[in-house]
Nanobody, 126 residues
Framework: QVQLVESGGDSVQPGGSLKLSCVYS?????????MGWYRQAPGKEREEVGV?????????YDGDATAGRFTISRDNNKNTIYLEINNLKPDDSARYYC?????????????????WGQGTQVTVSS
C-alpha cells in the first residue's frame, strides 16, 4: 500500500528556514519517475511548488511562486524527498504535501498526482 508521510513543518519567524521531508513506501524510485511538492493555504486551491525526477535528482519549480528560495532534493536510499525553504515569508504559510506523479512529469508539471500524505504545516509569522 502506498503511503506518504510529510514532516518538518513548524511555526517560524520570517527569514527563517525549514527542511521538510516526505518518506514514501509502497513503491521505489524505479517505479515512479517523479514526485511533487504542493502547498495549500486556507481558502486557496492547492498549488504545485515543484517536482523532482527521482532517477537523476533534477528538480523543477512551478513559476515564480518560490522566487528561488525553495530547493527540492531526494535520497532514493532513504525513500525520501525533501523541500528546503529559505528566507521564509508569511505567504509561505500553508500545509505542504508530497505526492506521486502517477503519469509522470513534463518539466515542472506533475501529471495525475495520486497519493497524498496528511501534510505538514508551515506557519510563518512574527
Amino acid at each position: 500500500q502506498v503511503q506518504l508521510v510529510e514532516s518538518g513543518g513548524d511555526s517560524v519567524q520570517p527569514g527563517g528556514s525549514l527542511k521538510l521531508s516526505c518518506v514514501y513506501s509502497g513503491f521505489t524510485f524505479r517505479d515512479v519517475g517523479c514526485m511533487g511538492w504542493y502547498r495549500q493555504a486556507p481558502g486557496k486551491e492547492r498549488e504545485e511548488v515543484g517536482v523532482i525526477y527521482l532517477g537523476n535528482g533534477r528538480p523543477y519549480y512551478d513559476g515564480d511562486a518560490t522566487a528561488g528560495r525553495f530547493t527540492i532534493s531526494r535520497d532514493n536510499n532513504k525513500n525520501t524527498i525533501y523541500l528546503e525553504i529559505n528566507n521564509l515569508k508569511p505567504d509561505d504559510s500553508a500545509r505542504y504535501y508530497c505526492t506521486r506523479c502517477s503519469n509522470g512529469c513534463a518539466v515542472a508539471q506533475c501529471f495525475n498526482p495520486t497519493n497524498w500524505g496528511q501534510g505538514t504545516q508551515v506557519t510563518v509569522s512574527s
